[in-house]
């Protein structure tokens, strides 16, 4: 019994008044509180300053070309029922590529009922934000395309978007393209990518080289013309040198017409060194992979028992390749409006066809043209040579004259470069246009 008094009495002295000095202290505390309130009243300051309220930042320009993408798309899709083109201003660079592709399409299309709506849809997911350079972004991701009760389509794109100089300016997208992964490299199935006419002030030489680099050949192939107006070695290191000169250490060139305004060429030999004469001539042979590669000039002496007409006809007999590929300037078939056929070449053709020769690459036309298998005479026969004419490497384009025999592929209206692959014992052949766009394609064709 007795702890429960103990309790009772511990109790009894928490209830006991407490001490005088106890009960002073409580007087004072409201008072230090109240002069601390008047204190602060007054313009009193506390010694811990509150933190500054943080300003959200504004979008990145990644963002914002992000963004200006993702409603370029949407207005492609409304595009693409309405055949409005006004559906795309604002989001579009109507001097870009892309846009110059989809005038062409609405007026392929014109006359014809609209599809009208639903709108495509394009979906870009998977993106990276690439930056080559202040006022340009590339996303770079996948497009899916749908619309109700049609197959959904998928592809890989960049979508290149660029903005003006000032800093208000929108970003709007300026071209497209196709990515696909690193091609597989097998010594046994090279790519070559061929070109003539290409590089001029105010041309399109950055972006057909933009898309060599993209197709990363290993050979390039130059046709002619490589530099306008007269191939002079200062012209060739402002225009050409920045923009098809990134892959000069694979380039395998010959030289046109206008490369021949300048004294000797003596531009062009100076620009391109040893590679333009590998053993003291203009004219020269290699091999790559499977194939016998030929590269003659026909702005020089070619006529029936030259000095390059004689080489020719022994490196023929000497080389041990099945598939021949041989390339010049001058067109020996051609249906441009500029010149057309050039019968002087013919030298060339009735050697390379007694060889079996398989494939002749020329520009000077600036349009795409390929024909079908040939013999000297233009007579169609599986045995002849498939020509075909490049001369779209970012000069001014020329249209067409009356269809020539045998012309199965024409183009007139877009820069771009062939590519070719030479697998062993064939070969196949696609057109890219600057915007990626592939306009002619085919084989793969046996090799006689």
Known sequence: MSHHFDDFDDERRWLRPPPRRRRRLLLVLPLLVALTLVSLALGGRSEVRAPAPRIPAGPTAEQRALEAGRRALAAWGRFAVTNQLGTLHGWYWTNGPQYRQLAREAKLRRGTEALGPPAYRFTLTRVRVLAPSPRQRILRGRVRVTRPGERAQSYGWDVWMRR?????????????????????????????????????AGGHQQLTSDRVLELDPDRVLLLGDNQYRNGALTEFRRFYGPTWGRFKARTRPVPGNH????????????????????????????????????????????????????????????????????????????????????????????????????????????????????TPWAKANRQGIRQFVVGTGGADLLGFGARKPNSQRRIGDAHGVLELVLHPASYEWRFVSESGTVLDNGGPVACH
Request: aromatic share 14%.
């Open 164 to 200: 003006g100089g000032a800093s208000g300016d929108r970003w709007r997208l300026w071209s497209v393209t196709a990515t696909r992964g690193p091609r597989a490299r097998s010594a046994a199935d090279p790519v070559v990518v061929a070109a003539g006419d290409i590089a001029e």
């Open 259 to 374: 490369e021949y305004e300048t004294p000797r060429a003596a531009g062009y030999f100076k620009y391109f060194g040893r590679a333009a004469r590998p053993k003291g001539r203009s004219y020269y042979s290699f091999d790559l992979g499977g194939w016998h590669l030929i590269a003659l000039n026909s702005g020089g002496d070619h006529g029936p028992g030259s000095a390059q007409e004689r080489w020719l006809r022994a490196d023929l007999v000497a080389t041990a390749k099945r598939c021949i590929l041989a390339y010049w300037h001058f067109p020996r078939f051609s249906s441009g409006a500029h010149q057309g056929n050039w019968g002087s070449v013919g030298t060339f053709w009735n050697d390379l066809y007694d060889a079996r020769a398989d494939v002749v690459l020329s520009a000077h036309e600036h349009s795409y043209e390929r024909f079908a298998r040939q």
